[in-house]
């Protein structure tokens, strides 16, 4: 079952063109010339209940203005979009019973009160019955690891203990589906283990529907089998984190300990990609040579004191995703 269709969606932003200088000013007086920005283009595709989808695309590929629309903020200019059978934009007070929306860069917490106020107070909101609220509660609580900061005002918590406790708070009403913007974003190693962990258990074992946008490609490695990307409004990708890498990581990755300086290392077929110290991180294409070929050219020439080998990243292969873009959109250039 679709819990989410969109068909052909178009949304397209209209602004006042500003004339230079102090005889422009005038002329916007007497003028109105607009200027059409297309957000996002022609676009569809489908989620069913269940499924947990990250959504990405470089800057300005219109992931945010998706999920606008798709949360019933923004309203497309053109096409069909329903999210749990209704149009987003015209059932927003029964879909808002339905969905929960965290955005990395705003919050829904009441900053000079203690965290469960705020709970409190969404209780009172979406009405959850006191038997769900204080399970569902218990369930966050304990998952996200929050009870020892519950009773802090929200302005003295950090920022990974801030987007735990607006995790908890979406799915305290028991959304259907919950919908994440850079959940992640400037937070610690451990506090990213945390809510990953949790967003995984939430889909598995409530069957909570996740779309996420995220720059953070291991938040969709650990949290979602699926994936769709964007790139100037329209989808470019559409299918499964495995299938992608089996058809752009066709690049290794091997690391090297060296146990002198060895300076700058041209040797043909490798990148290098980090420098720490004495430890160099090179990538190369696996049909070029044996990884073992590659070690020992380099331990022939410069002073190798270990190596590892490892196969490329999914940042690796969204980054090679986009460049494929960035030259296709090129040579339409040229052409």
């Not at 979406?170 to 589906?177: S, V």
């Not at 949790?198 to 889909?203: A, G």
């Not at 409004?233 to 060296?258: A, C, H, M, P, T």
Request: aromatic share 8%; charged share 25%; net charge neutral.
């Amino acid at each position: 079952m679709d819990i989410i269709s969109v068909n052909d969606i178009t949304k397209t932003y209209r602004q006042y063109r500003r004339f230079p200088g102090l005889i422009g000013s005038v002329r916007s007086l007497f003028t109105r010339e607009y200027i059409e920005e297309t957000a996002v283009r022609n676009l569809s595709f489908s989620i069913k209940e269940g499924e947990a989808v990250g959504y990405l695309g470089p800057n300005g590929a219109g992931k945010s203005t998706m999920i606008k629309m798709m949360t019933g903020i923004l309203v497309p200019t053109v096409g069909e979009l329903r999210v749990l059978g209704s149009v987003p934009h015209q059932a927003r007070k029964d879909n808002s019973r339905q969905i929960g929306v965290v955005f990395g860069q705003r919050s829904q917490l009441w900053w000079d009160l203690p965290v469960k106020d705020s709970f409190d107070l969404h209780k009172y909101i979406y009405k959850i019955p006191p038997i769900t609220f204080e399970k569902n509660l218990e369930f966050c609580v304990e998952l996200l690891a929050i009870k020892d900061f519950i009773q802090k005002p929200v302005r003295q918590l950090s920022l990974g203990q801030r987007m735990r406790v607006e995790i908890a708070m979406a799915l305290l009403h028991e959304p259907k589906i919950l919908f994440l913007d850079e959940p992640t974003i400037g937070l610690d190693v451990i506090a990213k283990d945390q809510i990953r962990q949790f967003l995984r258990t939430v889909n598995r074992d409530k069957r909570v529907t996740i779309v996420l946008t995220t720059h953070d490609m291991k938040d969709i490695e650990e949290i979602c089998p699926r994936m769709i990307v964007v790139n100037k409004g329209s989808v470019v990708y559409d299918g499964s984190v495995v299938e992608l890498r089996n058809r752009l990581g066709n690049e290794r990755q091997v690391v090297i300990d060296f146990r002198e300086e060895p300076g700058l290392i041209d040797m043909p077929g490798i990148t290098l990609l980090q420098e720490e110290g004495l430890r160099r991180t090179y990538s190369f294409a696996k049909s070029d040579a044996s990884v073992f070929d590659l070690v020992s050219r380099i331990a022939a020439k410069y002073p190798v004191e270990d190596a590892s080998i490892e196969s490329a990243d999914i940042d690796s292969v969204i980054r090679r995703l986009y460049q494929q873009l960035a030259e296709a959109d090129l040579k339409r250039q040229i052409g």
